[in-house]
């Protein structure tokens, strides 16, 4: 087990060089004169040129890739074109954010949807499978602009219950540690921040979370469905066993498989409909972040995220495959 | 430890299948009762409802099945009338049930010990040190080697005959009162089989529970058996004392299930399966429902449904060969 995580981490080596030699090469497949359209029309030949020795342009290109892959060894991203900061310390401060977003829309996704599905399979036919299914259906197609801008219409300005934007009250103080804010109120015992940092992730993780919840409530169904039919279920019924255990051990940890799968692929999806949420609730993450560069024409700026967003990603599908022999004890990793 | 008070007593059930399409009569009028320390054997081919007679039992029939007609009397109380909580703990503990491929019937994401500490621990006021002691003495019971070890292994680290065994262990853990076995060989090993019918053999005579044996296999009755009931499209057709059965069957359907016996000594021997299939359950014909397969079927047999007689003392035929001397000339000795 331990020697294949070695050599599953071992393999990321070759994806990660991949995906760098693309974000590399997405300077050089800009139409024209990259700094020129980095800087705009109305830049002067000595600022193109200094923007262009700064980025080692001029150099022939395995010499740029070369001097682009030793940065990042050393964690330099470089710098923005925009704000002329460290892209290392502005990713540093807005990835937490994104992370902290996608893993609570995630977490309410699963649970609602592992739920709704268990339930609708149980009930087969019942009026709850019948309005959570359609519900799913419904979800699977949401608009998450539109979901948003419904949201905030209804529970900020109407109803005004819930934060519209940001992660957190301006008269709301917080000690930052991790720059999760809900784990940084816990570890501070500071309560009055965490239900408000709770409240301002509620809107963005229901809309964030409503496409794979509806996935995986209806993933978990089918797969559900299955499983109940299976001669271990009938063992298990014949035992005596109480529903509860039958349902959500027995069953359940069969059925899981399948759902896990799902939830690996839509972590994935989920970090690219981050950059809507995040632009519909203020939320200062990396999806707005990478959004404004890709406006502003932020080459490098996009350059790092995309290598970062990439990296998160293969380890995402590292923890998923991981997890499978935490279900199934049958599947041997070698 | 001869008991003539039955343990359990089926009255007239009738399971249906009430699907779109009609009701499908699985179990259609299924009489038998069963002392202590007895076997009594259910016979027949594949679909002739001795799975849905077991479930039935155990309460485990689902919708769109249901139990239309009859008591089923456990200890003098009919089970049709318990709740589901009542019949959870009789599940497993009064009568419990092992089933046909121990591969599939076991929980492959489980240890065997969960699965067996679980059972006990459902049934039985043990911690799980205690129960685990309960499970290591189980499965030495029924014949595992290092019965410590092996609770850790997965089901799928066991063989098929393994598996059966723990399949058995699990079963008789809160000893219960009645073994429903259904067919617990098939999926098995030639070898193995008769290991595993020792082994019941065996537990039935050290722990003294009645056991159903459901099986498609005359040769397992003839092994195990003291009585047994032969079925068909979910009736029962014969019904007589294993020597009685082996001795001078009476049904034209036994004959042909006798056929069909591998012969050990004649390997290469063609095993005469009886010709045409079982009739639709949904929509049975008129007369008796196996006339048509019938090889001494008479006119009449396309009439008149035969009903269930006593012919002798403990023998119970539902044949119209039977019926009067005259017919009973064609029967083949
Ligand atoms: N869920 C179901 N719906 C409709 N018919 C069923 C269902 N389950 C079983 N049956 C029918 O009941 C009959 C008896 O099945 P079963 O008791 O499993 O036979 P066997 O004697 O092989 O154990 C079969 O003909 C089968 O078609
Ligand atoms: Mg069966």
């Known amino acids: 087990m331990f020697s294949y995580i070695i050599k599953r981490i071992l393999m990321l080596i070759p994806v990660l060089i991949g995906v760098s030699i693309l974000t590399f090469s997405l300077i050089h497949l800009i139409p024209g004169d990259p700094a020129k359209s980095m800087l705009g029309e109305k830049a002067n030949e000595a600022q193109l040129e200094a923007l262009r020795a700064e980025m080692g342009l001029n150099d022939p290109l395995y010499s740029q890739y070369g001097t682009y892959v030793a940065k990042i060894l050393q964690g330099d991203l470089g710098e923005s074109v925009q704000s002329k900061e460290s892209i290392a310390t502005e990713v540093a401060d807005r990835l937490p954010a994104t992370i902290e977003l996608a893993l609570f829309a995630m977490v309410l996704a699963i649970i609602v949807g592992v739920l709704a599905g268990v339930i ?3 009930k087969q036919y019942s009026w709850f499978d019948n309005i959570s299914m ?9 608009p998450i602009f539109w979901l948003g801008l419904m949201m905030i219409w209804l529970f900020s300005v109407q109803l005004n219950i819930l934060p519209a934007s940001g992660r957190l009250s301006n008269d709301i103080q917080l000690g930052l540690i991790t720059n999760f804010y809900l784990i940084d109120s816990i570890l501070t015992l500071n309560w009055p921040a965490f239900k408000d940092a709770f409240l301002h992730l509620l809107m963005p993780g229901i809309a964030l979370g409503t496409i794979p919840m509806a996935i995986i409530a209806r993933m978990t169904r089918s797969s559900m469905l299955e499983v109940m039919k299976q001669d271990y279920i009938r063992t298990a019924n014949a035992k005596g066993l109480a529903s509860y255990l039958v349902i959500f051990q027995h069953a359940l940890k069969n059925a899981f498989l399948p759902v896990l799968t799902v939830i690996g692929l839509q972590f994935g999806l989920l970090l690219g409909g981050a950059v809507l949420t995040e632009t519909i609730f203020s939320w200062p ?3 707005r972040y990478v959004l404004n560069a890709v406006l502003g024409r932020d080459y490098p ?3 790092s995220t995309i290598l970062i967003i990439a990296a998160i990603f293969v380890i995402v599908n590292l923890v998923t495959d991981l997890l499978y022999k935490f279900f199934d004890p049958r599947i041997k990793y070698d | 430890m001869e008991n003539n008070t039955p343990i359990l ?4 059930l009738h399971t249906h299948f009430l699907t779109k399409t009609g009701a499908v009569k699985a179990v259609d009028g ?4 069963i002392k202590p320390g007895e076997t009594l054997g259910i016979v027949g081919e594949s679909g002739s409802g001795k799975s849905i007679t077991a479930m039935s039992i155990m309460q485990l029939i689902s919708p769109p099945g249901k139990i239309v007609q009859g008591e089923i009397l456990f200890e003098g109380e009919n089970l049709n009338n318990k709740t589901e909580k009542e019949m959870r703990k009789i599940r497993g503990k009064e009568i419990s049930m092992i089933f046909q491929d121990p591969m599939t019937s076991l929980n492959p994401v489980f240890t065997i010990e969960k699965q067996m500490v679980e059972t006990i621990r459902t ?10 002691q309960r499970a290591v003495e189980l499965l030495d019971l029924v014949g595992i080697p290092d019965p410590e070890a092996r609770l850790k292994n997965y089901p799928h680290e066991f063989s098929g005959g393994m598996r059966q065994r723990a399949m058995i262990a699990m079963a008789l853990a809160c000893n219960p009162k009645v073994l429903i076995a259904d067919e617990p060989t098939t999926a098995l090993d030639v070898t193995i089989q008769a290991q595993i019918l020792e082994l019941l053999a065996k537990l ?8 159903i044996m459901i099986t498609h296999d005359l040769g397992v009755v003839a092994e195990v058996c003291d009585r047994v009931m032969v079925m068909y499209a979910g009736k029962p057709v014969e019904f007589t004392d294993v020597l009685s059965l082996f001795d001078h069957a009476k049904h034209p359907y036994t004959w042909g299930l006798m056929h069909s016996i591998p012969k050990i000594t004649d390997q290469k021997q063609k095993l005469e399966a009886i010709e045409g299939l079982p009739p639709d359950l949904r929509a049975l014909p008129k007369g008796c429902s196996f006339a048509a397969r019938c090889k001494h079927a008479m006119d009449s047999c396309f009439e008149v449904d035969p009903s269930f007689k006593q012919y002798q003392a403990n023998h119970h035929v539902r044949c119209l060969l039977y019926e009067n001397e005259e017919n009973e000339k064609v029967v083949p000795s």
């Open chain 1, 120 to 122: 609708a399979a149980v």
């Open chain 1, 134 to 142: 359609t519900g799913a259906l419904f979800g699977v197609s949401m």
């Open chain 2, 30 to 33: 299924v009489s038998f009762d």
């Open chain 2, 204 to 211: 039935q005579k050290e722990l003294g529970m009645a056991i």
């Open chain 1, 285 to 287: 993450g990396i999806g």
């Open chain 2, 9 to 12: 007593e089926v009255k007239d």
């Open chain 2, 123 to 132: 049934h039985e006021a043990m911690n799980k040190k205690q129960a685990k």
């Open chain 1, 301 to 303: 700026v996009v350059q």
